[in-house]
């Protein structure tokens, strides 16, 4: 599936991800909107909205690396065993 390529890095309609001129602008600004819609409706984190803002930015660099946009699919809901650690999910 990753062979396949496109001419943007991402499929979300949104100014601010479609405009993006790498993976980390689009990346970061798919995540704020996330952190922000979390924010609005109250939603229970493992961890605070500031610590993955702070974690992101942190190792945002790396994001750097992706050069290609290219189609990728996963899916850690329910009990898939990629998102479980001993003690929880991650």
Do not use: C
């Amino acid at each position: 599936m990753s062979a396949l390529t496109a001419s943007r890095l991402s499929a979300i309609l949104d100014a601010a991800v479609a405009t993006a001129g790498s993976w980390r602008q689009a990346f970061t600004a798919m995540l704020q909107a996330v952190l922000a819609d979390a924010e609005r409706f109250g939603a229970k984190l493992p961890v605070s909205v500031e610590r993955v803002r702070t974690s992101v930015r942190g190792a945002a660099p790396a994001l750097d690396e992706v050069t290609v946009p290219a189609l990728v699919h996963f899916d850690l809901g329910g009990e898939h065993p990629a998102g479980r650690l001993p003690g929880g999910w991650r």
